[in-house]
């Protein structure tokens, strides 16, 4: 069963525009949460995780368990944020990536 | 510090052989995990090791085994391979672990793939 699921392959939003990346888990356990982005021609490197309830390059990300959700967010996207975002699950031996999601940020 | 490197960069093999993929962790990091991505997909994880130990292991074959040395530098082999196993393979390094405990994790360039 698919333990990460990033229902938008492609996303384009304008600069300055509000940015939500979708994230949806499946587990039973207490999850662990990460957001990894990998830019172009980068490695893949973490975002954010929600133990540490940062906000990193103005991106915050809440945990629902209700909704089994932790969808990424930013109020203001900028140009560089454009890049492909992988939300990611760890149940305390395994690790799951979601497939990602590509964001563009017109400009 | 230096970074997580891993080698070859790209490689090819045909199916039925097998491959050795290496990686050098980030200096400190006592953990390291390897994941296959083929195109157009997450990545997948295959296994973590800490301190020389497997710790944990992703829906994979027997026929991909790794090995993490003394130096926290880590190996992965694929045996018999298959066309499917055509991906780009990562590691990541994270400074400390153990059961239960993910610290963040630094990832590799990667090795590319191709079975012939």
Redesign the interface.
């Known amino acids: 069963a698919q333990r990460?699921t990033?229902p938008e392959k492609l996303l384009s939003v304008f600069k300055g525009a509000p940015v939500e990346l979708k994230c949806n888990y499946s587990y039973s356990g207490s999850p662990?949460l990460f957001w990894y982005v990998q830019y172009s021609r980068q490695?893949?490197?973490?975002l954010l995780?929600h133990i540490s309830r940062e906000s990193i390059k103005g991106f915050t990300a809440d945990l629902n368990k209700g909704e089994t959700s932790f969808h990424l967010k930013k109020p203001f996207a900028q140009e560089e944020d454009s890049a492909m975002y992988?939300c990611?699950l760890?149940t305390?031996?395994?690790?799951?990536?979601?497939?990602?999601t590509s964001l563009t940020v017109i400009p | 510090e230096t970074g997580v490197t891993q080698s070859p960069t790209h490689l090819i093999k045909t199916r039925g052989q097998q491959v050795t993929l290496r990686c050098s962790s980030q200096s400190g990091h006592n953990t390291v995990s390897w994941y296959q991505q083929a195109l157009g997909q997450g990545p997948q994880f295959i296994f973590q090791y800490y301190r020389e130990e497997e710790n944990g292991r992703g829906n994979f074959p027997p026929r991909f085994s790794g090995l993490q040395f003394p130096n926290y530098s880590s190996e992965l082999n694929v045996n018999a391979l298959e066309l499917d196993d055509s991906a780009l393979y990562l590691c990541a390094s994270s400074p400390s672990g153990g059961l239960g405990i993910q610290e963040t994790q630094y990832f590799g360039p990667g090795t590319r793939l191709l079975v012939l």
């Open positions: 990460v990033q662990e490695r893949l490197q973490l995780r992988y990611a760890y305390g031996n395994q690790f799951y990536f979601g497939t990602g």
